[in-house]
């Protein structure tokens, strides 16, 4: 049982669409991560989510906007897609707040704006 | 905010040598944790490790958070060990803030 899935896997798509993906964790820990990992394999931190609580906001545009229905769900839609928004985005979960506590990442959604 | 940086940013090796690998960061940290990034892209924890001196089979890991370093240490490396090794740590109120990394080539 994969405990952080992330879907899809891949996506291909054109400038100015929209996306989604999906993010889950069955490790019931209560705080949620989207990362994102550039071309130079440079792991960046866009947001975190603790019990369905918004706790970290880094400057991210605000196409970007994630979405905690509870607690072992985070999901990123991603609006207006542009060629620098290509990159692989990976989901993780925690079992403390602000990061104290092990981190563990989903497989990543590896993203290709058009 | 807090500067990771990890050395050497490269490594060749030819299977079954030792390697070190460095971390270091400026200021007190909450947490640290090592990750190997493998050719297939997955993240996977090797060692959560603040502090002290942890082994997991072949590799091992030493924290000494007062002189704000970490070593991750590779035995007998395999070519299975190739890929990207990240160090992450965490200030108080903060997430993982990870370093540039160290590419590991392991050839036969």
């Known amino acids: 049982d994969t405990a952080v899935s992330q879907t899809p896997k891949y996506l291909v798509t054109q400038m100015g669409n929209d996306k989604s993906i999906k993010c889950e964790q069955n490790?019931?820990?209560?705080?949620m991560y989207w990362y994102k990992q550039d071309s130079k394999k440079f792991l960046k931190i866009m947001f975190s989510?603790?019990?369905?609580?918004?706790?970290i906001n880094e400057t991210v545009p605000n196409r970007f906007s994630p979405k905690s229905p509870d607690k072992a769900h985070l999901n990123l839609h991603i609006n207006s897609l542009e060629l620098g928004d290509s990159a692989v985005y990976f989901c993780?979960?925690?079992?403390?707040?602000f990061g104290t506590g092990e981190l563990f990442f989903g497989e990543g959604s590896r993203l290709t704006v058009l | 905010g807090i500067q990771v940086e990890q050395s050497p940013p490269d490594l060749i090796l030819q299977e079954g040598a030792n390697s070190t690998l460095r971390c270091n960061f400026s200021?007190?940290?909450?947490?640290l944790q090592w990750f190997h990034q493998n050719p297939w892209g997955q993240l996977i924890n090797l060692f959560y490790?603040?502090?002290g001196t942890k082994q997991n089979g072949r590799l091992s890991a030493t924290t000494v958070a007062t002189e704000r370093y970490s070593l991750l240490y590779i035995s007998s490396s395999q070519t299975t060990d190739s890929g990207v090794y990240f160090c992450a740590v965490v200030q108080a109120g903060t997430a993982l803030i990870f370093g540039k990394g160290t590419t590991l080539s392991v050839s036969s």
């Open positions: 200021d007190s940290v909450n947490n």
């Open positions: 989510y603790n019990n369905k609580e918004l706790i």
């Open positions: 490790i603040p502090s």
């Open positions: 993780a979960s925690a079992n403390t707040r």
């Open positions: 490790l019931g820990h209560d705080t």
